[in-house]
């Protein structure tokens, strides 16, 4: 929590931010606009939520309707997605006493879409820089369907209230000033310094805490009272800590699971990195002719493993990945009863039915990678052995084994017990 032990009170510049927000709601909602307000649970949308609230409470605006739009990627940590559910509850119930109601829509991946299904049974590779397929399925899909399906949206003026900063990376920079343009960051001066240029349904997206520090997200949160967010700084009560998808690639040290203070939530970051490591392993990728990578999909060997460092992490830690239960087929089984519980021939039949349209490159029989057959059980051993090798100097490993774990060598030895 960079920044929050110095700041008790706020100071002139501070509190001009704070203003510039509110000159900023005022200027974009007006009688009769419809709100949306994107919600991940994160500090930077939690301070949002908290500033529009403080906006309402002083204005009073008439007619106004609040939606709360959460997306469940159903890949989230754990601890996160329940603060964020509980947090919503919350907001409703206070915003309701404030006198708007508060319509709450959580949105998530179709299951053929989700992390575990484009793994195992598409055979996804690790995201890459160049491959950000998680971004789109997991996340901008399931939001532009929602907006696309609800109609309505279209009937009245729609502002979309999103907590973007430019401080948060690099990437992040580049793809705010591709929507967003760049000028003068004061609300009054150049409005259009906060709304994307992007056009979607007649709404109009607006980042109202773009040009918003760390500690300016920090010293805003540990000033207000009304809201209970301990559960919130304790999540990040760890220095560096930043939440998104556990199994996130993209990213040298998923920092979210080692914030936790409980070791067994290292072990969804050892397989986050093994999963990135056998990404990289050619015998475990199928080969093609196009794109800008000979590699294509994970191979039925490729797949088999992944199969398996899900179930091993589950019986080591004592954790349940999430989105396992929760992503359901349209019989209502979740996939955890489909991968793990039902005889092959018969999650094979769903599996067929569920996911039809899957490109032919791409299909492998699910018995193959349930049941892998001598040949790729050997080249499944000599991949582990790699990806042993290949993970000893990655710093999130070096890091878990500064906590008196090994959780690299621990699926591993599962895994090879498993072939």
Not at 38 to 64: C, H, M, Q, V
Not at 270 to 281: E, G, H, P, W
Not at 303 to 331: C, H, P, Q, W
């Amino acid at each position: 929590m960079e920044g929050l032990e110095h700041v008790k009170t706020a100071s002139s510049f501070f509190q001009k931010r704070i203003e510039n927000v509110y000159v900023l709601f005022t200027k974009v909602i007006k009688p009769k606009s419809r709100v949306i307000i994107a919600y991940s649970g994160g500090k930077d949308s939690t301070a949002l939520l908290i500033l529009f609230y403080n906006w309402l409470r002083r204005y009073t605006p008439e007619n106004i309707e609040v939606v709360l739009l959460h997306n469940d990627t159903l890949g989230e940590i754990p601890p996160m997605e329940l603060w964020t559910r509980k947090f919503m509850k919350q907001v409703e119930r206070l915003f309701d006493e404030l006198g708007y109601s508060v319509k709450t829509i959580i949105t998530s991946p179709p299951l053929i879409d989700t992390f575990y299904w484009r793994v195992v049974i598409r055979g996804y590779p690790a995201p890459s820089y160049n491959f950000r397929w998680c971004v789109k399925l997991l996340k901008r899909d399931p939001t532009h369907r929602i907006l696309q399906k609800s109609a309505s949206f279209n009937e009245k003026k729609t502002i979309l209230l999103t907590g973007l900063r430019e401080n948060e990376s690099t990437d992040r920079i580049k793809s705010i000033r591709q929507r967003y343009g760049g000028c003068s960051s004061g609300a009054g001066k150049c409005l259009a310094y906060f709304l994307s240029a992007e056009s979607f349904n007649h709404i109009e997206k607006v980042a109202p805490l773009r040009n918003w520090e760390d500690i300016d997200i920090w010293s805003f949160l540990s000033l207000d009272s009304t809201f209970d967010i301990s559960d919130l700084l304790e999540l990040y009560s760890c220095e560096g800590a930043r939440y998104g998808c556990w199994h996130c690639t993209l990213v040298k040290v998923q920092w979210g699971l080692h914030s936790l203070n409980n070791d067994k939530y290292l072990y969804l970051d050892a397989a986050r990195l093994i999963y990135r490591k056998i990404s990289d392993i050619p015998s475990l990728r199928k080969r093609k002719k196009t794109g800008y990578s000979k590699f294509g999909a994970l191979n039925a060997a490729g797949r088999a493993i992944m199969f398996r460092v899900f179930k091993a992490v589950e019986n080591i830690s004592g954790i349940k990945l999430y989105g396992l239960d929760e992503a359901k087929t349209r019989s209502n089984l979740s996939l955890r009863e489909l991968f793990y519980q039902l005889p092959t021939e018969q999650a094979e039949e769903i599996i067929n039915l569920e996911d039809h349209k899957i490109n032919p490159t791409r299909y492998i029989r699910f018995s193959e990678i349930k049941t892998p057959n001598e040949e790729n059980i050997n080249i499944i051993r000599k991949a582990l052995k790699r990806v042993e090798q290949m993970t000893r100097n990655e710093k999130s490993r070096r890091l878990i084994i500064g906590k008196g774990i090994d959780a690299v060598e621990e699926i591993i030895q599962y895994l090879y017990s498993e072939f």
